[in-house]
């Protein structure tokens, strides 16, 4: 996933830590809009969120230029190409959702106006790969990182028929999860095993993967209604090296180790058996009902 050049500290925007900045500078945002909750510093820390600084318009070009230098590196070093993380509260998200965006210029305001940046940046990274090998991220209804908009289905309506017409390789799109504290209740959710791609995926014509909350069973289930073309495992592709072998067979899972996501060494990481090494004295397994 492309978050922007990795020499630079924007992408993740107000949720990034002053220990993370050049020179120890506040972390920089579409608005000086501070979240709840807690940072992770340099030192893998817990620390107060802080009010982050407003970007400046003059800014906002080389901000896009680090995502192209950052598909030009991808390139580089031989990906076939990129997914653009616009979703759980990093910085493209932060532009797209009026909680996180109060601007009164270009960006900031309607739909249009609070969708440029991400164009800008998926039309600098199409530059680099061609659009058709550009993916796009995003969590129109997740709270992770205190993320919220007043009118998620009219945003990223707006979102979804834009990338439609850009006619990018896929849209990536992550359901909202109950520990994410769930979608806003006044939004009325699709039906079946991915009711948020059921929510949007009549504005959107091209690929759409589902991400979130699946299980094997699920997964088939929104994929032959049609919701999704594909669905995306993350959690359980940690603890499970051969992920794809075990859900063909119908194996135990092994389980994750949330504590060891963030940090740290291989333990609980990449330390999970492979299939045909599991036995009784290796990692306890399970059947694990959701994972993302």
């Known amino acids: ?3 922007g050049d990795r020499s630079s500290p924007e992408p993740v925007g107000r949720i990034s830590h002053r220990s993370h900045q050049p020179n120890g500078e506040l972390p920089l945002a ?10 992770l510093t340099a030192s893998w ?3 107060p969120f802080e009010t982050p600084r407003e970007i400046r318009l003059d800014e906002m070009p080389s901000l896009v230029d680090e995502y192209r230098t950052g598909a030009r590196n ?3 070093a031989g990906f076939d190409g990129v997914e653009l993380h616009a979703a ?8 797209l959702r009026d909680r996180t965006n109060r601007r009164t210029d270009r960006y900031g305001g309607t739909f249009e106006n609070r969708a440029r940046f991400l164009i800008e940046v998926l039309e600098a990274v199409g530059e680099v790969f061609g659009l058709d090998r550009v993916g796009v991220r995003l969590s129109p209804l997740g709270t992770f990182n205190d993320m919220r908009d007043s009118d998620p289905v009219g945003m990223f309506g707006h979102i979804f028929r834009a990338l439609g017409e850009k006619h990018i390789a ?18 009325q959710l699709g039906r079946g095993a991915a009711p948020t791609a059921a929510l949007f995926r009549s ?10 909350g699946f299980t094997r069973e699920s997964a088939e289930e929104a994929i032959a209604a049609g919701t999704v073309d594909a669905v995306t495992f ?14 063909r067979v119908h194996a135990p899972l092994n389980s994750y180790d949330r504590a060891a996501f963030y940090g740290g060494g291989d333990k609980g990481y990449t330390d999970y058996p492979a299939l045909q090494e599991t036995g009784s004295n290796d990692r306890e397994t399970t059947e694990v009902e959701a994972c993302d």
């Open 1 to 3: 996933m492309l978050r």
């Open 30 to 39: 579409p608005s000086a809009v501070k979240p709840r909750g807690h940072a």
């Open 45 to 47: 820390e817990e620390a």
């Open 74 to 76: 991808a390139l580089a």
């Open 88 to 95: 759980n509260g990093y910085l493209l998200d932060q532009f």
């Open 170 to 187: 896929y849209v990536h799109l992550i359901e909202a999860r109950g520990d994410e504290h769930g979608p806003d209740e006044s939004v």
């Open 203 to 212: 504005f959107y014509p091209g690929v759409l993967i589902g991400a979130g």
């Open 234 to 247: 993350g959690r359980l592709f940690i603890s499970n090296p051969d992920l794809p072998r075990r859900l």
